[in-house]
Each structure stands twice: as structure tokens, then as C-alpha cells.
């Protein structure tokens, strides 16, 4: 129970920093919305007006304070750019991002935790040793250069599917989810190349331990041995990995949109920067990071789970 108590402090406190840092960041960055809005249009006298309309004039102390209760009452406040409500806006772009986050990590479970079973199982034959190759390539090259790599082979050259031709969830849920294939793919190759890396090291590194020894000497078989005994033990460095793999996927979703043409979270955050709108983007980014302190609390919560042995050590 204390061990839950204080990581969910630790959150609440996480997340509250989080926020003040974006509000601040967003505050003393150059150039102003009342400006950007009024255009050529803007004279001293209309810039003072639209900003003591909007509140901007108020202490900075005030401000952000207001922000988190309107926030957590769920009024984000009205775009600059778009004249609408925030939230209305963000909630025609969260099932996009959070679609895409959620099948890049299915992809990284699909390939890598079978994978990585395997080449551990199988180490020393040469198709586990080829995996190790490939792995290393694949681990070297980033997302972002993953995903132009996909869409000029299967986009521009065999014309798998047409780059920049989105296809909203609302007009066609399965072609939405098919285009989000070779985006969710890009994502996925390279950390599942090290999420595979880190199981098979894992697996290796716990079979050489005296309990596997132990309890092969019972009878147990190899299946047995590496199912019952060493994979639960292997595990936990792998869920921390996953762990934050998901969180850097929900964070890392704004390069590979912009490179796909996707109109989630990411194009509207870089667009909303662009032009000043700070309700946008801030609402963008807190939400970002609020999923990604969120998922992290769960792994730690998770752990007790799997190891008894972190409890115990987090209690003395």
C-alpha cells in the first residue's frame, strides 16, 4: 500500500511540474498571440485591448493557476487559430494519435517477445545469429528515417498504399487502420529490434543462474525450465523497457505523423507553435506528458507484480 502511495505522489507531483515548466515555456517564448491574431491590423492600442481580453496581462502565477483548474474541469480555452473550443478540437485528434501509439506497441509485442523467446531458445543456431544482424540494423536507423525508407519502397515504388492519402477513422475505419499500417511499422522495427535484443539477453543471462540449474536436476525439461522458471525473471527488464517504450511512442508519434501526413496530435502541435496558438499547444503537451507519466506509474506499479524482491527493497 505505501509503495502505491508513493509512486502515485510521485505522479501527481511529476505531473504538476510537467505542467508549470510547458505554461512558463510557453510564456516567455518570443513573439505574441494578441499580435499574431490581429496580423496587420495590430496597433498598440488593439494589441493591449485583445490581451487584457484574453487575460494575458495578468501575474504569471495567476495565470497558470487558472489554467490547471480550468484543465482538470476539462475547459482547455478557445483556439486563437481556430476559433473552438480546445477540447472539441483535441478529440478529433486523440483517437488518431493514441490509434497509432497503441498498434506501433502491439507490433513491438508481436515481433519481439516471440523473437527474442526464439534466438534465446535457439542462440547458437545461425538463423538466431542472422536475427542479431538484422537486429543491429535495425536498431541503428531511426524511425523517422524508417518511415521515409517505407514509403518511398511501399508507397512510391510498389504502391502498397498512397503517401499523404489519409483516410479518416470516421469515413472509413478500415482504410483508416490500413493506411496506419506502414506508420505503426516504422515505429515498431526499431524498438522491437531492442526490445527482442533485451529479451534474448535476458533469457541467456538468467539460464546460467543456480536455480535453472536446480531445476533441471528435478527433471524438468527445457521448455519447463524457460517458461515456468527463467522467462517470469527475464521479464522485468523487458516491462521496464516496454514500459517506456509506449511512452516514447505516445512523445515520438509527432515526427512519424509529420512524415506520413498524419492530422493528429503531432502536425497540430508543430502548427499550433507556428502560430502562437498557446491553448493548443499546451493543452497538447500536457496531455503528452500526462500519458507518459501515467504509463510509467503503471510499469511501477507492475513490478511488485513480477518481482516480489522491488517491493521489499522500495519498504526498507
Not at 31 to 45: C, I, R, V, Y
Not at 136 to 148: C, V
Not at 257 to 278: C, H, K, T, W
Request: proline share 5%; glycine share 6%; net charge positive.
Amino acid at each position: 500500500m505505501r509503495y502505491g502511495i508513493r509512486k502515485g505522489m510521485t505522479m501527481i507531483i511529476t505531473i504538476l511540474m510537467v505542467s508549470l515548466f510547458v505554461f512558463i515555456a510557453f510564456s516567455v517564448i518570443p513573439g505574441d498571440p494578441a499580435t499574431q491574431m490581429l496580423g496587420t491590423n495590430a496597433t498598440s492600442e488593439k494589441v493591449n485591448a485583445l490581451r487584457e481580453q484574453m487575460g494575458l496581462n495578468r501575474p504569471l502565477i495567476i495565470r497558470y493557476f487558472q489554467w490547471v483548474h480550468d484543465f482538470v474541469t476539462g475547459n482547455m480555452g478557445v483556439s486563437y487559430s481556430y476559433h473552438m473550443p480546445v477540447k472539441t478540437l483535441l478529440a478529433e485528434k486523440l483517437p488518431i494519435t493514441l490509434t497509432l501509439s497503441l498498434l506501433s506497441f502491439l507490433m513491438i509485442l508481436l515481433l519481439s517477445v516471440p523473437l527474442g523467446i526464439i534466438t534465446a531458445k535457439y542462440y547458437d543456431r545461425y538463423f538466431a545469429k542472422l536475427f542479431d544482424i538484422i537486429n543491429q540494423l535495425f536498431m541503428a536507423i531511426p524511425p523517422f528515417f524508417t518511415g521515409i525508407l517505407l514509403t518511398y519502397l511501399f508507397g512510391l515504388l510498389l504502391r502498397a498504399f498512397t503517401p499523404g492519402g489519409f483516410v479518416s477513422y470516421k469515413s472509413n475505419f478500415g482504410a483508416f487502420l490500413a493506411y496506419m499500417f506502414f506508420p505503426c511499422l516504422s515505429i515498431a522495427l526499431p524498438k522491437a529490434a531492442m526490445s527482442m535484443r533485451m529479451l534474448k539477453t535476458s533469457v541467456l543471462s538468467e539460464s546460467k543462474l543456480d536455480y535453472v540449474r536446480t531445476a533441471y536436476s528435478r527433471g524438468n525439461k527445457t521448455d519447463q525450465v524457460l517458461y515456468r522458471h527463467v522467462l517470469r525473471n527475464a521479464l522485468l527488464p523487458v516491462i521496464t523497457f516496454l514500459g517506456m517504450t509506449l511512452a516514447d511512442i505516445v512523445a515520438g508519434s509527432i515526427v512519424i505523423e509529420q512524415v506520413f501526413s498524419i492530422p493528429g496530435f503531432g502536425r497540430l502541435l508543430i502548427s499550433s507553435i507556428a502560430n502562437r496558438d498557446y491553448p493548443v499547444a499546451q493543452a497538447i503537451i500536457a496531455i503528452i506528458a500526462g500519458i507518459v507519466v501515467v504509463i510509467n506509474f503503471m510499469v511501477d506499479i507492475l513490478y511488485p507484480l513480477i518481482d516480489p524482491r522491488v517491493k521489499q527493497h522500495e519498504n526498507q
